[in-house]
């Protein structure tokens, strides 16, 4: 062997052992952890009926950081659960009073108006950084354009105490027949002309649309908050669709490596919010909520 074969066969031993020494101390395969808090959706809690603190208690029991509670509740009973619980408040749900945005009459839309702007100032006081407002909704009395129209101009009415406050307007991707595509859904965002508007998207709600993953990229830096749901496109055709939501997490139809893969490329870190529409029978709620808990660790280590 000649002294360039010798230095070449040496300095490749020397890259093999090294690259052995790097896999065997498990500096290559580790998986770096993202920065996604676990939240849950007050109103898709498991046991409607129990008091509001013992909700929050639960829930911090099975491991979520945080917790989205409607709007319109007594807000210093709010505060005493989320402070007695150590459960923080990242987002607040407008329901379905926002749908009102998109209604014919001026008294209705005026509801809706005041419906956002209630969540706005709950949200203020309970330190959540946005809310989830539902954009409106088309049927047959309310036209595609029409309610593009109206919400725009209703939302824009909140819009300044939203800047005021500090706390952004998340619209929300719901079966509201509005808002169809991704494209649209930036467009209009962006037509407020104002960061205090953005997007809270919600994973599950997409699936009968597309593919979750691709909105994501599109939607980007206006994503805000995510609501963790998933949805069975075989149970859809079998038997409509609402049946669809009716599924475990991780036995549906949303390709979570995708989506977690689409959200490290736009950087997104923050919260995951669960909003999980099936509810198995005779589980106990505290049960119910851990199952869920680990389900979404699964899902952020994809």
Sequence with gaps: MNRRQFLKTSTA???LASFSSTLLSGVETTVKKRDLKKGY????????ELPLLQKFKMLKAAGYDGVEPSSHLDQDEVLRARDESGLLIPSVSCGHDSRALSQATADERAKGVEGVKQ????????GASSILVVPGDVSKETSYADAYQRVQTELRKAVPLAEELG????????WNHFLLSPLEAA???DEFNSPAV????????????GQPEQWIRILGKRIQKLHIKEYSRKKLNERGWRAGFNVEYLEGDNDWPAVMKALDEISYHGWGIAEPAWRPEGVEPAVRLKQIAEKMDQIFAM
């Design 198 to 209: 953005g997007w809270h998207f919600d994973v599950g709600n997409v699936i009968f649309l």
């Design 167 to 174: 706390v952004k307007i998340a619209l929300e991707n719901v």
């Design 13 to 15: 031993a020397i890259g």
């Design 187 to 189: 467009r209009f965002v």
């Design 41 to 48: 959706m007050l109103n898709a809690f498991p046991g409607k």
């Design 119 to 126: 969540t706005l100032r709950d949200a203020k006081r309970y």
